[in-house]
């Protein structure tokens, strides 16, 4: 069965620190990868995705992911975080053409000002 | 203003009964979709639904139902016989019938079961 892992539950950054939140799922097929992030009291939204082509993949708010088929990652990253960066970051996997998303456990981040 | 519902925001109930979830979009989108999400497990699928008046189990779907009569909407109905309900409740909705598409989320329903 297709599980992800993320390898951080909770990680704390002082303001201009970089990120990177680890991400690697299970699936020898083809699949679809997303990061959605929840700040406080907001929805649940997308950050980025992949599809296909390049494996290094922008999203909005300066943040870039980076597939790494070989070791089934798909790590977050940010060179410089903000206070605003403070939410939950969920890593999410589907198969090519399936329809069942799975989720990580998700990642805690609080950005110290 | 497009976008996804789910009312209530904050539900109690008491054991032993059924209560309600609604969960309303109005983007147009076939498919919807139902998560629980706890803390430390990321979010879990409940059901879903690619069309009006079809929907599949998710991988927890024991003790809810759901229904799919018309495209906007997809209530998810908690029943007696789940064994551990509180819990916060996702709704969201995709364009398309395969999710290769973002998924778009409601603001949530917490549910407590007293």
């Known amino acids: 069965a297709q599980s992800v892992s993320q390898h951080n539950h909770h990680v704390i950054l002082s303001e201009a620190a970089s990120l990177e939140l680890g991400c690697n799922y299970s699936?020898?097929?083809?699949?679809?990868l997303f990061w959605y992030v929840q700040y406080p009291g907001q929805h649940l939204q997308l950050l980025l995705k992949y599809f296909s082509g390049d494996p290094l993949v922008k999203g909005i708010k300066g943040f870039e992911a980076e597939f790494i088929k070989s070791k089934f990652s798909f790590n977050l990253r940010k060179p410089s975080v903000q206070w605003s960066d403070t939410a939950e970051y969920f890593c999410?996997?589907?198969?090519?053409?399936?329809?069942?998303?799975?989720f990580g456990a998700g990642t805690r981040l609080f950005v110290k000002a | 203003d497009g976008g996804i519902t789910q009312s209530p925001k904050y539900l109690f109930r008491k054991e032993g009964q059924n209560v309600t979830l609604s969960c309303e979009q109005n983007?147009?989108?076939?498919?919807m979709y139902w998560y629980r999400q706890d803390p430390g497990q990321g979010l879990r699928l409940i059901y879903y639904s690619q069309i009006v008046n079809d929907f599949q189990k998710g991988d927890i779907a024991e003790g809810y139902s759901v229904s799919r009569e018309k495209k906007e909407s997809f209530p998810l109905t908690v029943t007696s016989a789940q064994k551990n309900p509180t819990a916060f409740y996702l709704c969201a909705s995709s364009i398309q019938t395969s999710p290769v598409n973002e998924q778009f989320f409601g603001p949530g329903t917490r549910l407590t079961v007293l």
């Open positions: 999410a996997v589907i198969d090519t053409g399936g329809f069942k998303t799975i």
């Open positions: 699936y020898g097929g083809t699949v679809n």
């Open positions: 983007l147009n989108h076939d498919a």
